[in-house]
């Protein structure tokens, strides 16, 4: 089984939301190491709104049940964002046996956008 969602967004409205709230927008939608990754750059923290949008997509429930700090967007090494789930996102997953998921982002001076891809592992005898 596969599953994707995809989700854009204008980076403005992060700005704004920064700039209007501070720490309580930051602390609401990311995780420490989010914010420590991206040094609290709009246009980077757009890309992993974007992001968790598009694994709510994927997981069909939309972001509401999950919250936004249970889908966390790391990147590795060499740059690579690699989505790790906690809490109720990663509940879910087990539940739905999305053992394997895929994130894409990118940004341009006004939008961000993001692309999820989930799989299940389907053994011969399902
Ligand atoms: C990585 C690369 C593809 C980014 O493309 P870009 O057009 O400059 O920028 P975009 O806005 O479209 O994408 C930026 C996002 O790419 C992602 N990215 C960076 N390195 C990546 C990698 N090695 N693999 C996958 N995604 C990567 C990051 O999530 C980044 O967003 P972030 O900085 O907020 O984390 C580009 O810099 C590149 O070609 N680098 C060298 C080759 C490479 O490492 N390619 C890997 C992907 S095929």
Known sequence: MLRCGIDMIEIERVREGISRMG????NRFFTPGERAQCEDQPHRLAAR????EAVAKAFGTGV????????????????RPVLHLH??????????????????LTHTAAHAAAVAVAMKRVTSDE
Do not use: H, N, Q
């Open 49 to 52: 709104l974007a992001a968790k």
């Open 23 to 26: 720490e309580r927008f930051l």
């Open 87 to 104: 809490g109720a996102a990663a509940a879910l997953a087990a539940d739905l046996g999305l053992d394997e998921w895929d994130i894409s």
């Open 64 to 79: 509401g049940p999950l919250g936004w700090r249970s889908m966390e967007i790391i990147c590795d090494a060499r740059g």
